[in-house]
């Protein structure tokens, strides 16, 4: 079966770091590119980052500097490292995986980060 | 960055109408433009790509139309399960924005 599945969200501090994994079933993550969008509490989409299959990147401005999105091919799984964290950083993190002309046809059931003191 | 404004931000309709949602990106974006629908506690499903293309699976009554800046979104014969928020994104380039969403609530 062909699936996206999150883990690794969870309660963080203010200036805390997290690391959130996306486990690919059905197809290899190094010959897709992969993104990170995530949505606040009762708030819209916003994209947050792109790894491409050639290994460059790119981010929102709200978190360049801070998010390393990186792969693990032998696991096949994306992974998005999140740096001093804010409160507004509070949000479920979606893994996504681009089809035709770049939308994104497949997103995993998401994970929970909470920011808070 | 590219910014899209969808219109309506929210709107209410019956089973059966004919809803519309518009799109519009401060600077063109070709054909890069994608619907997505969301229900309550759910990851969002993907509809239209490349502005007018069904996903696999989505019915019908969906459609998309537009290029350049403006673009639809059109739901013909509105169904219980179409209740939901739909969102326009770009894949034109990054920053790969999305509009704020329009929500279709029950008349």
């Known amino acids: 079966e062909v699936q996206l599945v999150e883990s690794g969200g969870g309660l963080v501090q203010p200036g805390g770091s997290l690391r959130l994994s996306c486990v690919a079933s059905?197809?290899?993550?190094?010959?897709?590119?992969m993104s990170w969008v995530r949505q606040a509490p009762g708030k819209g989409l916003e994209w947050v980052s792109v790894?491409?299959?050639?290994?460059?990147?790119d981010y929102a401005d709200s978190v360049r500097g801070r998010f390393t999105i990186s792969r693990d091919n032998s696991k096949n799984t994306l992974f998005i490292q999140m740096n001093s964290l804010r409160i507004e950083d509070t949000a479920v993190y979606y893994c996504?995986?681009?089809?035709?002309?770049?939308?994104?046809?497949?997103w995993g059931q998401g994970t929970m980060v909470i920011v808070s003191s | 960055d590219i910014q899209l404004t969808q219109s309506p931000s929210s709107l209410s309709a019956s089973i059966g109408d004919r809803v519309t949602i518009t799109c519009r990106a401060n600077?063109?974006?070709?054909?890069?433009l994608n619907w997505y629908q969301q229900k309550p506690g759910k990851a969002p499903k993907l509809l239209i790509y490349?502005?007018?293309t069904l996903q696999n699976g989505v019915p019908s009554r969906f459609s998309g139309s537009g290029s350049g800046t403006d673009f639809t979104l059109t739901v013909t014969r509105l169904q219980p399960e179409d209740f939901a928020t739909y969102y326009c994104?770009?894949?034109?380039?990054?920053?790969?924005?999305f509009g704020q969403g329009t929500q279709v609530e029950i008349k």
């Open positions: 059905g197809f290899t993550v190094s010959t897709n590119y």
């Open positions: 994104q770009q894949s034109y380039r990054t920053p790969f924005t």
């Open positions: 996504t995986r681009p089809g035709a002309y770049g939308a994104f046809a497949m």
């Open positions: 600077q063109s974006i070709s054909n890069y």
């Open positions: 490349h502005t007018s």
């Open positions: 790894l491409y299959n050639d290994g460059s990147t």
